[in-house]
């Protein structure tokens, strides 16, 4: 499937402003370009639909930001969702180890589906801050203008109202912080190594052990809200 051009989808009206604002900038009209410039060369970019997680998870529904970093670049894995993949396929090792920590730290049975679609629609926002990637070829769009949409996002997303979890896992996702922290003290920042197998048993803070998924539920509870990790399989 080809990605969808121009970015005309559908997301929640809380989004729409940010995403306005970055497709009139310099930064989002030389990415736009970009892209159009290399499917007409031929490349096959993933996901088809980049945008994906802000149609699932509204705005005004967001309690837990987790931050990837870049799409798979395999056939038929990314789905416009950081770390999931669609029914069907192999557990990517990421998230082998995001559910190896799931079931140690809440006890629940590793799923045998690696698509997180329930977490985005509980008000899991799944972003990758570079949205886009060509087929074989790993941060082929990075700096090429979506990191100013994720930041926006980001930072949008710590300007409202609600208390969220900001959950940022290895280097790159750990360099948003100080836009969250800029927004004020209501939120609740988790850090940790990168779930991938080189990263997730180093220390000084790794993946596994973290104990993010019950610290968020807890700390959500003393917000008056709940989060339900389970996934069917």
């Avoid at 998230?95 to 977490?119: C, S, V, Y």
Wanted: aromatic share 6%; glycine share 8%.
């Amino acid at each position: 499937m080809k990605l969808q051009l121009p970015l005309d989808w559908q997301v929640d009206a809380g989004w729409r402003p940010v995403l306005e604002a970055w497709r009139e900038s310099p930064a989002g009209q030389g990415l736009l370009n970009h892209l159009s410039q290399r499917e007409t060369a031929g490349a096959v970019i993933y996901p088809p639909d980049p945008l994906r997680a802000l149609r699932l998870t509204p705005l005004e529904r967001v309690r837990v930001v987790i931050l990837g970093q870049d799409p798979y670049h395999g056939p038929g894995q990314a789905e416009g969702l950081a770390f999931s993949v669609p029914s069907g396929n192999k557990v990517p090792p990421s998230l082998r180890n995001i559910f190896k920590e799931l079931q140690r730290d809440l006890g629940q049975q590793p799923p045998m589906t690696p698509h997180l679609g329930a977490w985005a629609q509980r008000g899991v926002l799944l972003l990758n801050t570079c949205l886009t990637v060509e087929d074989g070829a790993p941060a082929s769009h990075a700096k090429r203008g979506w990191e100013a949409l994720t930041d926006a996002l980001i930072e949008a997303a710590a300007r409202d109202a609600a208390p969220k979890v900001f959950m940022l896992w290895g280097a790159h996702a750990q360099a948003k912080a100080a836009l969250i922290q800029a927004a004020g003290p209501q939120h609740l920042l988790l850090q940790a190594n990168h779930p991938s197998p080189l990263s997730a048993t180093r220390p000084p803070q790794p993946f596994i052990g973290c104990a993010h998924f019950s610290q968020a539920a807890q700390w959500l509870a003393g917000q008056g809200q709940s989060l339900d990790w389970a996934l069917s399989d």
